[in-house]
C-alpha cells in the first residue's frame, strides 16, 4: 500500500513539474533551535505554511537558508524532510552548488536520491572563473544529474556575472532549464531571453523586479518576501499573465515597502526577524551573520503593520 501511495503521489509530483518548476519559488530559510541547531520539525511547519500562502514551488539550502553555515548531514535532512511534507503537491528544489565542482556533483547526487525534483547551483563564488570554465563546472554537474538544473547568477554576491552568451550556452544542455536572474541589470536579461529558446526560464532573483522581468520574457520569482506575501505576489503574476497590466502595477507598487524591508540590511537576516514579529519564529542566525539591530526590527515592524501582515 504504501508503494502504491508512493507512486501515486510521485505521479502527481510529475504533473505539477510538466507545468514547471513553480511562478513564486520561495527561497527557504533555516529554522534553528536555541542552540542554533536546525529545527526539522520548525522547517516541515514551515513548508506547510508556504504551500498554504501560496508558494507552488520550494528551494532548500540557498542562500537565504543559510547555506555556506549548514554541513552536508545538515543539508540532507533538511532535503528529506521538505521533500516528505511536499511531496506531489509543490516541487522541491535542493541548492547543492557551491565554489568546488565536485562536491556539488555529489550533492546533487545525494539530493537527487532523496527525491528532490530539481537543484539550483549558483555561480562558483570567490575564486572567480572565466566563463569558459563556468560553463564547464555547470554543465558537468548537470551531466551528473538526470533533474532539471536551475542557474543562479548573483555577481553581488559571488564577485562574478554570468555572461547572457554563456548562458545561452548553457541552455543548450537538455536538463538546464532555467536561470535565477540576480544581477539587476535588466539589459542582460533581455539579451539572455533574446538568446535562449522559449521554454529556457528566466525567474526573477529579486522580488522587487518580478514584474519588470516578467514584463521582458521572465516567469516569476525565487522569492525572499514570499515567505510573507506568497499570496500577493502570486495575485501580481495572475494579473499580469491576464494582460491586466495596471492591476499588476498596483499589485507591485503594493508590495514594494516589503521588498525593501526584507533587504534593509543582509538576507536572511530582516526575514528571520519579520517572521518572529509575524508570529513565526524561526529562532536566530548562525554567524558570520547576527540578528536585527533594534533600529532595523522596528522598520521592520512598521511596514509589517501597514501591511497588514502583524
Known amino acids: ?24 519559488i520561495t527561497a527557504m530559510i533555516t529554522p534553528f533551535d536555541e542552540e542554533l541547531q536546525i529545527d526539522l520539525d520548525k522547517m516541515e511547519q514551515l513548508t506547510e505554511k508556504l504551500i ?3 508558494s507552488d514551488g520550494l528551494l532548500v539550502t540557498g542562500t537565504t537558508g543559510e547555506s555556506p553555515t ?5 543539508k540532507l535532512s533538511l532535503y528529506e524532510r521538505v521533500i516528505k511534507t511536499a511531496v506531489g503537491r509543490v516541487p522541491v528544489m535542493a541548492g547543492t552548488g557551491s565554489n568546488n565542482t565536485q562536491q556539488s556533483i555529489e550533492l546533487t547526487k545525494k539530493a537527487e536520491a532523496l527525491g528532490a525534483d530539481a537543484i539550483m547551483l549558483v555561480t562558483p563564488y570567490y575564486n572567480k572563473p572565466p566563463q569558459d570554465a563556468l560553463y564547464t563546472h555547470f554543465s558537468t554537474v548537470a551531466a551528473a544529474t ?25 541552455a543548450e544542455i537538455d536538463n538546464i532549464v532555467a536561470i535565477k536572474e540576480a544581477s539587476g541589470n535588466m539589459d542582460q ?24 522581468i516578467m ?43 516589503v521588498f525593501k524591508a526584507m533587504f ?45 501582515l502583524l
Open 70 to 74: 549548514l554541513t552536508v548531514k545538515e
Open 189 to 212: 536579461v533581455s539579451e539572455i531571453r533574446r538568446l535562449t529558446p522559449p521554454d529556457f526560464t528566466i525567474y526573477s532573483g529579486d522580488d522587487s523586479l518580478t514584474l519588470p
Open 264 to 308: 534593509i540590511t543582509t538576507n536572511p537576516i530582516p526575514l528571520k526577524a519579520a517572521l518572529k514579529l509575524s508570529g513565526f519564529d524561526v529562532g536566530g542566525l548562525r554567524l558570520p551573520l547576527s540578528k536585527a539591530t533594534e533600529k532595523e526590527v522596528e522598520v521592520i515592524r512598521q511596514v509589517l503593520a501597514k501591511a497588514e
Open 146 to 170: 538526470s533533474l532539471p538544473v536551475m542557474i543562479y547568477n548573483v555577481p553581488g554576491r559571488t564577485s562574478r556575472n554570468i555572461e547572457a552568451e554563456t548562458v545561452a550556452r548553457l
Open 1 to 24: 500500500m504504501e508503494r502504491i501511495l508512493s507512486s501515486a503521489a510521485k505521479i502527481l509530483c510529475e504533473v505539477n513539474l510538466m507545468a514547471g518548476l513553480g511562478t513564486v
Open 215 to 257: 514584463a521582458i520574457g521572465g516567469k516569476g520569482v525565487v522569492s525572499v518576501a514570499s515567505h510573507l506575501v506568497a499570496d500577493r505576489i502570486q495575485a501580481m503574476v495572475r494579473a499580469f499573465k491576464r494582460g491586466q497590466v495596471e492591476e499588476a502595477a498596483i499589485c507591485h507598487k503594493a508590495l514594494m515597502p
Open 52 to 54: 498554504q500562502l501560496g
